[in-house]
């Protein structure tokens, strides 16, 4: 069975922090990708990255990183001197080669305080 | 460049009444469609999936469904709502497995 568990429900940090997410996941497939969303309060969901099982190399886009280590199954992201507009609730998601659904991790609510 | 659409943004309605929240994709054709809905503070749940006009597949047993009447076009319907309705909908087309959002429909069933 494949699952996606976020362990951390919510997350509070003062602004300019670093914090990471944390996404550990499960499947028998060889092939996959993981992908981090990003659900701001207006509700639409933005596409953030995605990482296909063949390519551990860690990612970085501005102020935003992501490790991916499938040693440990994980598939962490790290945001860098976090800002207010960060303030949002963070998806981690996986789809394997033998199940077209995207199976959805429960999420991380981010609050970074001013 | 694609975008996809959904509407309405909001919408109240009393128990037992009909429901039809439609989505449509631009610069795309033939797109995987899918409808999710995700109740308050709580994940995603899929409820539908269209690989094409006319296909459907349900994933959860409800009162909803939905159809593909064009290539582009989704819509989600309901003949009587139930409380148990009220949640935010929203709409998503994939391209190589990476899944895209429209902007959802926030529904209050009373």
């Known amino acids: 069975a494949q699952k996606v568990t976020q362990a951390q429900t919510e997350i509070s940090v003062v602004e300019k922090e670093d914090v990471t997410l944390d996404c550990v996941y499960e499947t028998r497939d060889t092939t996959y990708y993981l992908f981090w969303y990003k659900q701001p309060p207006s509700g639409e969901l933005v596409f953030l990255i995605r990482?296909?099982?063949?390519d551990e190399q860690n990612e970085i886009s501005g102020r935003y990183s992501w490790n991916f280590q499938k040693s440990t199954s994980s598939f962490n992201f790290t945001i860098t001197a976090s800002q207010v507009v960060d303030s949002a609730v963070y998806f981690c998601?996986?789809?394997?080669?033998?199940?077209?659904?995207?199976?959805w991790g429960a999420g991380t609510k981010l609050i970074i305080k001013p | 460049s694609q975008t996809i659409h959904q509407w309405p943004a909001t919408l109240v309605q009393p128990v037992g009444s009909p429901l039809s929240l439609e989505c449509t994709v631009e610069g795309t054709s033939n797109p995987n469609l899918y409808w999710y809905r995700q109740a308050a503070g709580r994940g995603l749940q899929l409820l539908f999936y269209?690989?094409?006009?006319?296909?459907i597949s349900s994933e959860v047993p409800q009162n909803l469904s939905a159809s593909r009447p064009q290539d582009r076009q989704f819509i989600l319907s309901s003949k009587k709502l139930l409380l148990s309705d009220s949640g935010f909908y929203l709409c998503?087309?994939?391209?190589?497995?990476?899944?895209?959002f429209g902007p959802g429909t926030r529904l209050t069933v009373l």
């Open positions: 269209s690989v094409g006009i006319g296909q």
């Open positions: 990482r296909n099982s063949f």
């Open positions: 998503a087309w994939s391209f190589e497995d990476t899944q895209y």
């Open positions: 998601a996986l789809v394997g080669d033998s199940n077209y659904q995207l199976i």
